[in-house]
Structures are given as structure tokens and as C-alpha cells.
């Protein structure tokens, strides 16, 4: 499988992004899909996670009320809605697909797409 995640950019305080991940390789209607990041010197942390059984969701307490993962089974694609942003959402975000498995652990991923920055100014 293979993962692109894009949509990052700049964006002040408050404001929202819509990062999509685009998968190719493989159909993702098995995979628990992830949203992770990694904040300048920071470790990679989990963000979001959807169920491959019942598109069940979990997220970082965080990011709860204010991101939403999605995803569209039929176009291969994960979405990660995101408002209300802070200066310390401000990351690389990276998706990543989990074969059978719940998508929340970071070591727990088969496989990982290239990053995207997401930057917010206060």
C-alpha cells in the first residue's frame, strides 16, 4: 500500500484544514486508517484513528471536538478535518494504514505515507 498524505499548509490560529491521504497499491476496506504527527523535536504521536470493521473512531484527547477522521472506502481515500486550530497543532502529519488492527499505535502500523506540514501562527 502505498500512502500520500497532502493538504497541509499555513494557517493562523482558529482556523481549519482538510488533510486527505490518498492510498493506491491495495484497497483499504480491511485497514484501520491513522492520522499521526510529529511536532519539532517531539516524538510521533497518535491524532485519529477509523475502524476498518465499523468506521468506529478514536482520537488524542487533544484533538477531541475539533478534528474528525473520515474515511471514503470507494476512493481509496482518509480524510482529517481539522478546526479550531492551535499554534501547537503545528506538525508534520502523517497517515498510516493498519492491516486488521485498531490504527492508534504508533508501532503499530504496516505501512506509512510521506508527511505533510501543517504550520499554525498564532
Known amino acids: 500500500v502505498q500512502l500520500q498524505a497532502y493538504g497541509g499548509g499555513l494557517v493562523q490560529a482558529g482556523g481549519s484544514l482538510r488533510l486527505s491521504c490518498a492510498a493506491s497499491?491495495?484497497?483499504?476496506?480491511?485497514?484501520?486508517m491513522g492520522w499521526f504527527r510529529q511536532g519539532p523535536g517531539k516524538e510521533r504521536e497518535f491524532v485519529a484513528a477509523?475502524?476498518?470493521?465499523?468506521?468506529?473512531?478514536d482520537y488524542a484527547d487533544s484533538v477531541k471536538g475539533r478534528f474528525t477522521i473520515s474515511r471514503e472506502n470507494a476512493k481509496n481515500t482518509v480524510y482529517l478535518q481539522m478546526i479550531s486550530l492551535k499554534p501547537e497543532d503545528t506538525a508534520v502529519y502523517y497517515c498510516?494504514?493498519?492491516?486488521?488492527?485498531?490504527?492508534?499505535?504508533?508501532?503499530?502500523?504496516?505501512?506509512w505515507g510521506k508527511g505533510t506540514l501543517v504550520t499554525v501562527s498564532s
Open positions: 477509523i475502524s476498518w470493521s465499523d468506521g468506529s473512531t
Open positions: 497499491g491495495r484497497a483499504l476496506s480491511r485497514y484501520s
Open positions: 498510516a494504514a493498519d492491516f486488521l488492527g485498531l490504527g492508534s499505535r504508533v508501532d503499530g502500523m504496516d505501512y
